[in-house]
C-alpha cells in the first residue's frame, strides 16, 4: 500500500470509529440497543448458512477426535472455530449489519473448512504466513474462542533466533462490528494503525465494544501470550498504540500494566469518567457514593504515578472533543512534577495528520532501540486495587484499605542498599529472578524504611533474591514464611469487587430447589437472564450454566461460582451460607447490623468461596454494569461494590437490577464494615 492510500485509509478508519454517542444517549428511559439489531438474512442465504455451519461443526466434531493423540494439532482448532462462532452468532442473533457481511461469512466459512482440510494433513500453513494472519484462543473466561488478528512482517523469518518488536493496535469503538466485520478487517490486513517498520501488530478483539476493560482487558493478555506461542516476540520491545476507544485503552493499560510496555502512544478517547461524561456526553451526574469510589478502578488520572515507569507520547487533534483526554492526562503529571509530551495536530479534528504520525514515528524508533528497562533501580507504584498488584521488583500483597491510593517509591543505591517508602501498604514483596539483583552475590541486602531498616538475607548464588515485609505498627518486620496465611484477606485474584470475578474463569449455577418465595424467584430468574443474554451481547461470550445439583469437585476447584437463588432454593448456596456473613431466611435478610424484608429483598455479593478460598463465590449478579452504560466507554464502570441489598419491587432498568437501598465494601479480612 502506498503512503497515500494507507493515510487515507487510516484516517477514515479513525472517522467511523468516533464515539457515536451524545446528550440523545443521555435518557434512561430510551435507550439503543447496541449493538442494533442488523438486517434479515433472505431465507436462501439463510439456508446455505446454516448448511455450511453444520458441515463445519461436523468437521470440527470429527477433527477433534483425529488429533486426540496430536496434541500441537489439537491446541489449533480454536484457528477453525473463530470462524464458525462469529457466522453462527451473526445468524443466531440477527447482528449483520449489511448485508455484504452474510457473502463475508460465507466465505470465512469457506476459509476454516481449508484450515480443516490442512488440520487433518497434520498441517497449518497459516502458522508460516506472513502478512495479516486472522487466529483464535480459548478464553479462560468462559470457554468460548476469541478472534484477534495480527500483521506478520514480510522479512519475518519463521526459522530464525531474533526476537521482535511488537504494537498493540487497540481499536476503535464500532457500534456495528460483529465477529464477522473484525475478521474481514483482520484479513485485508492494514489500516487504523501507524506503520512501523519490522514489527508484528496485534489487532485484539477484545469483547466488541468496552474499550479494552473488564473481559476485554484479559483477551488483550491472552491474546498477548498466544501470540508469544508461535512468534517470537521481544519482550522487552511491546508497544502498547491506539486511537479513539483504542486510545482510552491505551490509557489504561499504560497505568495499570507499565511495567510490560517499552512505551505508549494514545491518542484522543478519554482517560477517566466524571469530567469525560460532563464534558464530552453533556451529562449531569449523580453517582451513588460507591459508585464514585469504583471510578479509581479506571480513572487513568489517578493512577499516573505508574507513568513514572513508562515513556508516553501522547497525540490529539487541535480541533478534536477527545483533546480533552490527553489534557485531563497532562494535568495530572504536572501534578506528580512530571512533564507529558502532547503531539497536536493543527487544525486535526478526530483523525491524525501526516507530519504528527511521522513525529511520533521518529520519537517512538529512539524508545523502542533502547528497549525496556527490566530492572530499573528506581521504581514507583501506586495502586487502589489488588487486581494490580506489581510494579517491577515490587509486589503489593496486603492493602490497608482497599480503594484507598497505596503507594510505594523504591530505589537502589549501591552497593547494597535499597529505600522504601510504603503507605497504605500492610504487606509487599521484593523480589529479583535469577541474575537480576543488582545487589552483589554473597552480600546481605540492607532495607531501609523512613522509620528505620537493617540487614536481610544475602544475595543467592544465582543472583536472585526475595524478601516480604509486614506491617507492624509503625515498623516492618521480615515474614519468615510468606506462603502461611491465616484467615480470610483480600489478595490479588481475592479482591472485589463484584465485577472481578468475570475476569477470570466463572460459571453460572441455577438453581433447582424451592425458592423463599415467588417474587425473589421471578428477579433471580429475570437477573440470570439477563446476565446471560448480555454476556453473550456485550462480552461477545457463552456463560458457562450448571444446575446447582451438577456442581461437582472440579468445578469449584476451576471457576467463580456464581449462584442464582436463595439459600433454600440453590443447594450451593444452602451449603455454604452459614459461612457467609450473610443471614438469609423466610423473614429476614440481614447483613452487619442492618435488616430488610426477605419477602422484598435479595443480595448481590462477592465473597470467597468457603469451599475453595481461592476462588469466588457470587450471588445473583453478572457484571454489573448495564445497557444505558453501553452507550459510552467511559460509563462501563463497576456500578455495585463488593455487597449489595437489592429491593425488587422496585423494577430493574436499564441502569440499576432494582432499588439498592445499601450497598457496601468488605473490610481487607472480608468482614462487613
Sequence with gaps: MNHFNFLTTFLFLLTVSVFADGPADNKIENVRRIPPLGVEVPETEATELRAKLDALAAEIATLKKELAKSPEFLELIPDVEVFHRAARCALEYQEF??????????????????????????????????????????????????????????????????????????????????????????????????????????????????????????????ALEHVKGFLRVDEGRIVNRGFSMGGAACWQFAVHYADQFVAATPGAGFSETPDFLRTFQGETLDPKPWEKTLWRWYDCTDWIANLSNLPVIAYSGELDKQKQAADMMAAAYQKEGMEMVHIIGPKMAHAMDNDSMAEIERRLETIVKAGRNRVPHVVRFKTYTLRYNRMHWITVDALTEHWEPATISAAFTPPNSIKVNPEGVDRFTIEFAPGDCPVPIGFPVIVQFPNGGGPCPSVLSDGSWKCTFQRNGQKWDIVANPAETTGLRKRHGLSGPIDDAFMDSFMMVTPTGHPLNTDVKKWTDSEFDHGVTHWRQQMRGDARVKADTEISEDDIANHNLVLWGDPKSNAVLAKIIDQLPITWNEKKLKIGDQTYDSSKHAIAMIFPNPLNPKRYVVLNSSFTYREYDYLNNARQTPKLPDWAIIDFTEPSNSRWPGGIPAAGFFDEGWGVK
Design 97 to 222: 449489519q449489511k448485508p455484504a457481511e452474510i457473502k463475508l461469512a460465507l466465505a470465512q466459512l469457506d476459509t476454516a473448512l481449508e484450515r480443516v482440510a490442512s488440520l487433518r494433513k497434520k498441517e497449518a500453513p497459516w502458522l508460516k504466513q506472513t502478512g495479516p494472519v486472522v487466529r483464535g484462543f480459548r478464553s479462560k473466561l468462559d470457554g468460548t474462542v476469541q478472534p484477534y488478528g495480527v500483521d506478520i512482517p514480510e522479512n519475518y523469518t519463521f526459522t530464525g533466533q531474533d526476537e521482535w518488536r511488537l504494537d498493540f493496535w487497540f481499536h476503535g469503538r464500532g457500534e456495528k462490528t460483529n465477529e464477522v466485520a473484525f475478521i474481514n478487517g483482520r484479513q485485508r490486513g492494514g489500516g487504523g494503525k501507524l506503520n512501523p517498520k519490522n514489527a508484528i501488530i496485534l489487532y485484539p478483539y477484545a469483547r466488541f465494544s468496552n474499550a479494552n476493560k473488564f473481559a476485554g482487558e484479559i483477551d488483550c493478555l491472552e
